[in-house]
């Protein structure tokens, strides 16, 4: 991190701990890569400097009907088609998280107190970008209730489900992502994430068919092997009763602008005072490139 790691109390001009520009250009460098499914998802900063709080955004589906052409004979017109997709409406959302330390937690703390600010200020954004993320793979919004859409796209959700009890799956075991992977059909030449929850985990690296990653192949945090050519990836933020399978671009991540921060003092007590913000929006582009599993065994 580019600021003076050194303690200087009213002495750094402004009378704070760090340049506030200096630890929001910090955290607009590392967003991406704290976040733990920004590489599933299309990031777009096309928003920023846009006003509004909603917006309409597009998904797309293709209309099984119209999608492929069609034979022309001489002098016939050519057959158009309408793009299919349908529209959702969004809601930005603004993350924000604030931390204080006081002068004498900075001078007596084993190494770097404000370093660790910074840290957990990221993390903490962060964080709260990944559980809309896994709102928006679940086709809910940040307070788990329905996202008003298109019956169309609310159709072609629920033809991405696979309900492992009532396939008969009375215990975890690899056939639930066998029948994960079916709902693609015959489109499974893409890359391919496995998400789980930490309670499979074992389940899976006992299986003769999982893969154990090797060091360095890991494309994002949490990947731990293969199975079937799906990268698995454990978190915590998936629950034991569910699974996804993604494929890259499914959700979109927007960033309305850069991470604002701010900081102040408070000189009657000596507390220092650190304040960020975020501005963004996450939905569900495409509804046909995931699969949920639901109905997990959890044993």
Known sequence: MAYDRTYKGTNLGDGHVVDPQVLAEYLDIKMMDAIKFAPLCAVNNDLQGRPGSKLTLPMYVIDEETFLAREVAEGADVHFAELGKDTVEVEIHKAGKGM??????????????????AKQLLAGIAG???NDCVAAF???DQNGEA?????KITAKRNEQKVDAQALGHTEFNKNIVVDMIAKFGEDIEEEMILLVNPAHLAALRKDEDFVHIANGQAIISG??????????VVSNKVQAN???????????ILMKRNVAVEADRDIVNKTNIFVVDEHYAVYLKNPTRIVIATNVPQK
Not at 223 to 228: L, R, S, V, Y
């Open 147 to 151: 996202v008003e859409e298109d019956a």
């Open 138 to 140: 679940r086709g809910v």
């Open 223 to 232: 990947e731990i092997g293969q199975i079937f050519g799906c990268r698995v």
């Open 242 to 252: 569910e699974m996804f399978l993604v494929k890259n671009g499914a959700v979109e």
């Open 100 to 117: 204080k330390i006081t002068d004498e937690a900075i001078l007596s703390a084993y190494g770097n107190p404000v370093d660790e600010i």
């Open 128 to 130: 709260k970008v990944d």
